[in-house]
C-alpha cells in the first residue's frame, strides 16, 4: 500500500530500511468516495495527505457563491491546507475527491516525530517544499506572460487524460478563464 | 554583519557554535546600490539572497512592456528566483534593489555544502519553505476573497512604511490594482 510513496520519496532522496519501516507506520490510508469532501471550509487541516489513485480539486467559494479553482491534485500529488496544517487555523479552501480517490496520510505529531528520527524525511520535505514553491513561481509567471490559449495547450500537454476526471468548469476555473473561452479553445482542437 | 541572519535562522532552529561558524563562512556579503539589477531577465539566478537592510523588488515585464511587481522584498526577507536558482534555468524576473540595500548570499554549491554538515540547517530551509508556502497560499486566497480595499488596508498595517521605498505604481501592481484606484484608496486614508 505504502510502495508508490515510497517510491515517490526515492526520488528525491535514499531511503534505509528503518525509514521505509517508519513510513509504513506513520503514514495511514483512506478511501474516499467520488465527491466527499476530505477538508471542509473552516475545518483544522489535520493531514499533508498523498494522492495514490484518483483525483482530487481544492477551492473555495467566494461571497457571490462562485467557485475558485485552486488546484488540481492528480496521483502522486499532495492535497492539503498547509496554512491551516502547520499554524493550526481555519481551513480556508475545501478538498474534495473528484472520483474515487485514495489516499495516505501523515498528521502533524507524525510528521513532527518521522522528520526527528530520519534525517532522509526531514531532507524529502525540504526538496518537496522547494519544488512546490518552484512550482506555484511558475504558475505566477504563466499568468502573467501567456495568452488563455497558451497556458491552455500547456496545461493539456501536461494532463492530456484530465477531462476523465475534471469538469470543464474547474478546468476554466483553475486556468483562469470562463467556461465559455475555455469551450471555444476547446473547438480549435489545438492540443493535438 | 552575519548576526542579522544569525538572529533571524534562530528564530526556527537551535544553533551550535559550528552551526554559526558554518553560517559565517558561507554567506557572503554584497552591496547593491539604488536601481541596481541584482539578477537580469533570462540571467542564471546564483544565489539565495537574504536581505540586511533596504529594499528589493522581484518583477517581470509582459510582452507589451507592461511591467508587474511579483514580491517586494523588505529587510530580514529573501529575494531570488528559486526556480532558476535550484534548476539551473534562466530567470523569469528581474530583481532590483529600490534603495540602497545590504544582502548576504548563499550559492548552490555552499546551499548543498552546508545543508550536508549542518541537520539544523537542513531544517531551517524546510521550515522557511514551508512558510514560504503558507504565504503564497495565503495570498491566492486574499486576491481571491478580499476586496482590493481590504487587501489594500492589511497590505498598510503590515508595512506602514513602505511608501519611502517603493513607489505608488508598483505597490499598485503588486496588489493587483491600478495606480488609479490605489490614489483613490488612499485619499480615503482607510489606514489610519
Redesign the interface.
Known sequence: MHDKLIKYIKKYVALTPGDIALIEETFTYRKLEKGELLLKNEEICRHQNFVLTGFMKTY?V??TGKE?C?LLVPFERWAS???SY??QVPS??IIKALVDTEILQLNKSSFDAI?DKS?AM??F??KM??????A???K??DT??LSARERYINFMKNYPDITQFVSLKDIASYLGMTPEYLSNLRRQKLYK
Open positions: 473555495n467566494g461571497a475558485h485552486i491546507d498547509l496554512n502547520f499554524n480556508t479552501v522528520l534525517p526531514e531532507r520535505f525540504r517544499y522547494q519544488d512546490a514553491l518552484c506555484h513561481h511558475k505566477i509567471i502573467l506572460m
